[in-house]
């Protein structure tokens, strides 16, 4: 089965073999990964004040087709990173204190906490609402546009901010959406390889990522743009994991060139 997006053609079977090999290492849930997409869906499709998946989809492919986008990850280096980044930009002139210019900034999560810090509200959120949920929803009413994800851990904060969201957000899962749900299906586990097949799909001219430190578990980022240090039986093992994944998935993806900031730490 393959959808038509955008002009731009996914073919689930390319993703979902990967999807059913995460089931087995991670242990998931796959019934209850598609009944949270089945919830996903009810609360955007009850909600008159979320645009439609097709015009927010629009909107995305008009910010990012063609443009160099920058993924702003959770991990450790995240903050000098951008620190740097927006010190080359605005020391170039292409960034002021408040805009990008023709750059176009894509959150994963809880980075947008960070991003936020700094002054600047992202163009694209991707994000199952693990972090800070309060600077995403004020950031989605700033006109970013939401990628939201379902799957079987997060049922109850869908349900809970489900009757806040507003403006552009589009649903995604990782099992294959049902037909009329209008949930999407990408490609990408975590939020951060997520959002670069996201990227991917709507062909930026290039794709570069910040705070992707692959090799080390970081502490959560929650809202204000401070962390919290995760802890809890295997909790740990299971996140290292999951950048297992993120760093294969990430390998997959050939157009355009994944650039990491400042030099490449991928182990392809």
């Given at each position: 089965?393959a959808?038509m997006?955008?002009?731009v053609?996914l073919d689930?079977?390319?993703?979902?073999?990967y999807y059913?090999?995460?089931v087995?290492d991670?242990?998931l849930?796959r019934?209850q990964?598609?009944?949270?997409?089945?919830?996903?869906?009810?609360?955007?499709?009850?909600n008159?004040?979320?645009?439609g998946a097709?015009?927010?989809?629009?909107k995305a492919?008009?910010?990012?087709?063609?443009?160099d986008t920058?993924?702003?990850?959770?991990?450790?280096e995240?903050?000098?990173?951008?620190?740097?980044l927006?010190?080359i930009r605005?020391?170039?002139g292409t960034w002021?204190?408040?805009?990008t210019g023709?750059?176009i900034l894509?959150t994963?999560?809880?980075?947008?906490s960070?991003?936020?810090s700094?002054g600047y509200v992202?163009?694209?959120?991707v994000?199952d609402m693990?972090g800070?949920?309060?600077d995403q929803?004020?950031?989605?009413?700033e006109?970013s546009?939401?990628?939201?994800?379902?799957?079987?851990d997060?049922?109850?904060?869908l349900?809970?901010?489900?009757?806040?969201l507003?403006?552009?957000?589009?649903g995604t899962?990782?099992?294959?959406?049902?037909?009329?749900?209008?949930?999407?299906?990408y490609?990408?586990?975590?939020?951060?390889?997520r959002a670069a097949f996201?990227s991917?799909?709507f062909r930026?001219m290039?794709i570069?990522?910040?705070?992707f430190d692959?090799?080390?578990?970081?502490?959560k980022?929650?809202?204000?743009g401070?962390?919290?240090?995760?802890?809890g039986?295997?909790l740990?093992?299971m996140k290292?994991?999951?950048?297992i994944w993120a760093?294969?998935?990430?390998?997959?993806?050939?157009e355009?060139?994944?650039?990491?900031?400042?030099?490449d730490r991928?182990?392809?």
């Amino acid at each position: 089965m393959a959808q038509m997006i955008g002009g731009v053609r996914l073919d689930l079977e390319d993703w979902l073999p990967y999807y059913e090999a995460i089931v087995k290492d991670l242990g998931l849930d796959r019934e209850q990964d598609t009944l949270s997409a089945r919830i996903l869906s009810d609360i955007l499709s009850s909600n008159v004040r979320v645009a439609g998946a097709r015009l927010s989809e629009e909107k995305a492919g008009s910010l990012i087709s063609g443009r160099d986008t920058f993924i702003l990850g959770g991990g450790p280096e995240l903050e000098p990173e951008l620190d740097r980044l927006i010190s080359i930009r605005t020391g170039e002139g292409t960034w002021t204190p408040s805009d990008t210019g023709t750059d176009i900034l894509i959150t994963a999560d809880g980075a947008t906490s960070v991003l936020l810090s700094r002054g600047y509200v992202p163009h694209v959120i991707v994000t199952d609402m693990d972090g800070g949920v309060e600077d995403q929803m004020a950031c989605l009413r700033e006109g970013s546009v939401m990628f939201l994800h379902a799957h079987g851990d997060n049922q109850d904060i869908l349900e809970k901010i489900g009757p806040r969201l507003e403006g552009n957000v589009i649903g995604t899962t990782q099992v294959e959406p049902e037909k009329g749900s209008g949930l999407r299906n990408y490609g990408g586990f975590t939020d951060g390889d997520r959002a670069a097949f996201i990227s991917r799909h709507f062909r930026p001219m290039s794709i570069e990522l910040l705070g992707f430190d692959l090799d080390i578990v970081a502490d959560k980022i929650i809202d204000g743009g401070t962390r919290r240090s995760m802890s809890g039986p295997g909790l740990s093992e299971m996140k290292y994991r999951k950048l297992i994944w993120a760093n294969l998935l990430l390998g997959a993806i050939t157009e355009p060139k994944i650039r990491f900031f400042g030099h490449d730490r991928r182990t392809m």
